[in-house]
């Protein structure tokens, strides 16, 4: 175990208050007390990065950048390795902080720690109707089904999930990391078997919608890079940490760089002005294994997103019980031990959310890249608070790593438009609850 470092050797400021920020749904909320191996420490780095967004995001970003978008993927995936960096850093400093909403309470103060919780939570609640829909489009495509068949099948997906989710189901990390593998092998079968199908003509005009639109459609593949958060505190599982953690570092890496930049490459190369679909890897399936491959990709989908959403909304269940305990016994001294009503809120909210944003996506309100947005600036929003505490409480090159990584964020925010109408709201809601306990 790597212990934290004297109080007396750092002068960085020290919320008292940080101590009280509970923790989010974690991969190391699965996994059990054994030493982590490096072998299975890179599987569980890898699951916490790997989801149901490579099913849709690679044609988001194609129809946003067209093959220009290729810049994005690489350039978010030299920044994830900035990210891979600083929360390991995080992690070994504070392995008792609370996860995120810890770190970004160490450097900037309990206030802000809570914003990121709550940020965090807005993101799920927000993001599992688009998971939902996500699965929804594989199997619509494959039944021929319109946008209103797509949105009656996110619905349906998300109902099934909150039941679990209500009945208290949780995945194991060995379920968690099935999925992974899952959705590892379906990405390797439509790439390498559809590659044969290429045209060098697909890649021109390479910035069709201008150089700008780069930024875009790394603002929207964001959303396949959140997940170190969720590994830090699983720094302190390790019998050698520092030597082990390099390694499961680099594999993790290596392993999302081959799958990222192959998908993103074969998408634009095989599919050209046809990857601004919402089924990529369907229609590269198809290419790959013949009809076979709609299916494929559609029961793939369906059981990508059940598990996913489960696994986040379960986790991010027992944080909202946790946050709203510490509301309670903020505004009326009271200890707020009734687990049950904060869960049952919570569940309650993304019901009603979830169907809101789906409805709206099924009259054709909004758009796929829209629904997004959303999740994605919240969970910016959190990397932001943990970059600038990261370069506030750090030191040695991972504070430096800290600076860019916070002003590529930043960059990314501002690509967010109106979409950062959610992040300013959490804020205003977690400035007013603490302002009402003041009194």
């Known amino acids: 175990m790597i212990e934290t470092p004297p109080r007396a050797a750092d002068s ?20 059990d007390s054994r030493p982590l191996t490096t072998a299975r420490g890179a599987a569980l780095y890898i699951g916490a990065l790997l989801g149901p967004g490579l099913l849709l995001l690679p044609g988001l970003a194609a129809a946003t950048a067209g093959p220009a978008s290729l810049l994005a993927w690489i350039g978010l995936l030299l920044l994830s390795g900035l990210f891979a960096a600083i929360f390991a850093a995080l992690g070994r400093r504070y392995p008792s902080a609370g996860g995120v909403m810890g770190y970004v309470a160490a450097g900037l103060g309990s206030r802000v720690g809570l914003m990121a919780g709550w940020s965090f939570l807005a993101g799920v609640v927000t993001g599992a109707p688009v998971v939902c829909l996500i699965g929804a489009s594989y199997v619509a495509e494959l039944t021929g089904g319109g946008r209103l068949a797509q949105a009656t099948i996110a619905a349906l997906l998300l109902l099934v999930v909150l039941a679990l989710a209500a009945a208290g189901l949780r995945e194991s990390a060995r379920a968690q990391l099935l999925l992974v593998g899952l959705l590892v092998v379906v990405v390797v079968v439509a790439v390498a078997g559809s590659a044969g199908s290429a045209h060098a003509a697909n890649w021109a005009p ?20 959140v997940g170190w958060e969720a590994v830090a505190p699983l720094t302190t599982q390790f019998t050698d940490p520092r030597r082990q953690l390099a390694r499961v570092v680099a594999i993790a890496l290596a392993v999302t760089s081959v799958l990222y930049l192959g998908l993103a490459i074969v998408t634009i190369a095989v599919l050209g002005r046809d990857s601004a679909t919402m089924t990529p890897l369907a229609a590269l399936l198809q290419r790959a294994i013949g009809p076979a491959g709609m299916v494929t990709a559609a029961i793939a989908a369906v059981v990508l997103t059940l598990g996913t959403v489960n696994a986040y909304i379960s986790g991010a269940a027992a944080m909202a019980g946790q946050l709203s305990r510490m509301r309670v016994a903020g505004v009326t001294g009271e200890n707020g031990n009734d687990a049950g009503r904060p869960r049952l809120r919570f569940l309650g909210a993304i019901v009603t959310s979830g169907l809101v944003l789906i409805t709206l996506y099924g009259v054709g309100l909004v758009s796929p890249g829209s629904l997004v947005a959303i999740p994605t600036t919240l969970f910016l929003a959190v990397y932001l608070g943990s970059m600038t505490a990261a370069a506030r409480v750090l030191r040695g090159p991972a504070r430096w790593a800290a600076v860019p990584a916070t002003i590529a964020v930043v960059i990314m925010l501002a690509y967010s438009g109106w979409a950062l109408a959610g992040p300013a709201l959490v804020a205003m809601t977690v400035t007013g609850h603490r302002a009402i306990s003041r009194r």
């Open 12 to 31: 960085s400021p020290r919320p008292a208050s940080r101590a009280v920020i509970p923790a989010p749904a974690t991969a190391a909320d699965h996994a």
């Open 206 to 225: 390479f910035a069709p919608h201008g150089w700008l639109a780069v930024g875009h459609a790394a603002a929207t593949l964001m959303l396949s890079f």
